[in-house]
């Protein structure tokens, strides 16, 4: 059996939407693109959503909207995939690395406080090249679709007068509370701008595509304005009956904007993501119980004040317990038809950026740590339990065949 790393999960339902917005005569933004963010932002809870042709873009606009200019400090989770950290480099500013937590892989908390309280009193750290401006932005990044810290996070950026932005690429629907007596929140209400992602493996997919999310009417209308070209507020509607063909163009914007083509899709997949996340999430629970007595392997821990969208499923291999590497072990894998992963090898031990900033891979342990322990197995809704427990059977034989004979003492 090939169990591939992911399937898209489309249905007819989909394909209807997708065909009737080709059949409509309206291709780009337009009826379909307004739907989806109403339905979007009412689906999170946030009072406006902006969609855009990636999370990169959104994450590039919210950088823009809450005023990131050149040399300005952002703090950037070191574990994480490399639009987090680039979108701060369009800028010419400087994304400050921190540390992971080892259990749940996001931004650490208590790092980012440490890290903003020494860059306030002056210290300069790795990294920092000169010459730096002040710290103007944080962005917790929720790994795999668990959630960040919310409330630690919002201390530290209210402390420094820091705007945050959650990348929440990988999160939809995931929900958060401070504790088993206070309410949930969903991802999307907690953040001054929260970026989501619809790439083609993402819990809901356009093929390409995502959308930013505020409750804030200023940073929604500068990000409206800027994802296209910088036009004034109500251009884009310019070709429709309503529009106006006069436009004023007001700063140098970009061509962020999503076609109603995958808006389509959009629309279709949102009235999915409940059902979507259930298959994934019992994917996730066949997974842990099947690993659960491995010794070689580390599941992820789903906290008891989360509820993860479970993106991923990546394990940590006890590589004391192993006599293999994990390339070896993925290479094990793929031998007997599974493919599998890594998010990632973190940023701060990408050469651009060490070439860059002089980083070394000790100035963030944790995520050099668990760097070469990582492996993301396949998960997706359409997953059968046929192909989840062939997983758990190749990584469980592999685990035994390469098992380490026990230390003593
Ligand atoms: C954590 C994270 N942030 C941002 C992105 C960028 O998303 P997009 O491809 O929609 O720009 C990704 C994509 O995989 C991601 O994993």
Excluded at 72 to 85: H, I, R, S
């Amino acid at each position: 059996m090939n169990v591939p790393f992911f399937r898209p999960s489309i249905s007819q339902a989909d394909i209807a939407e997708v065909v009737a917005c080709m059949e409509s005569g309206w291709l780009t933004t337009g009826p379909r693109t307004k739907a989806f963010e109403e339905a979007f932002a009412q689906y999170v809870g946030a009072k406006h959503a902006i969609a855009l042709n990636s999370c990169t873009a959104a994450l590039h606009l919210a950088l823009e909207a809450v005023g990131v200019r050149r040399g300005d400090l952002v703090l950037v989770p070191a574990l994480t995939f490399a639009a987090t950290a680039e979108v701060v480099r369009y800028f010419d500013a400087i994304p400050v690395f921190v540390d992971a937590d080892p259990v749940t892989l996001c931004m650490d908390p208590v790092a980012a406080a440490n890290t903003a309280a020494a860059i306030r009193r002056g210290e300069r750290l790795p990294g920092m090249t000169l010459p730096y401006g002040p710290m103007k932005a944080i962005i917790p990044m929720h790994y795999g679709g668990q959630m960040v810290d919310v409330d630690a996070i919002a201390a530290v950026a209210r402390e420094h007068g820091l705007a945050i932005i959650d990348d929440a690429a990988h999160t939809l629907p995931a929900h958060y509370r401070a504790g088993a007596d206070q309410p949930w929140r969903a991802v999307g209400s907690t953040a001054d701008v929260t970026c989501f992602s619809f790439y083609a493996n993402k819990c809901i997919t356009t093929g390409e595509g995502g959308m930013a999310v505020t409750n804030r009417d200023d940073l929604a209308e500068r990000m409206r304005i800027m994802s296209l070209h910088g036009m004034s507020k109500d251009a884009w509607k310019r070709f429709s009956s309503k529009g106006s063909w006069y436009y004023e163009i007001v700063a140098p914007g970009f061509k962020y904007n999503m076609t109603d083509v995958a808006a389509a899709l959009g629309v279709a997949q949102l009235a999915r993501a409940d059902e979507l996340l259930a298959a994934r999430a019992s994917v996730a629970q066949r997974f842990i119980a099947g690993l659960e007595d491995v010794p070689e392997v580390d599941a992820p821990t789903e906290l008891p004040d989360r509820r993860h969208s479970w993106h991923l499923f990546s394990v940590q291999l006890r590589l004391d317990r192993l006599t293999i590497t994990r390339s070896q072990f993925i290479e094990e894998m793929k031998a007997r038809g599974v493919a599998a992963s890594v998010h990632w090898l973190p940023l701060h031990m990408q050469p651009y950026y060490i070439q860059t900033y002089g980083y070394a891979a000790s100035d963030f342990p944790v995520a050099a740590g668990i760097w070469p322990r990582l492996v993301s197995l396949p998960i997706f809704p359409a997953m059968t339990d046929e192909e989840v427990d062939h997983v758990i059977g190749v990584v469980r034989e592999v685990a035994r065949q390469h098992s380490a004979p026990a230390k003593k003492g």
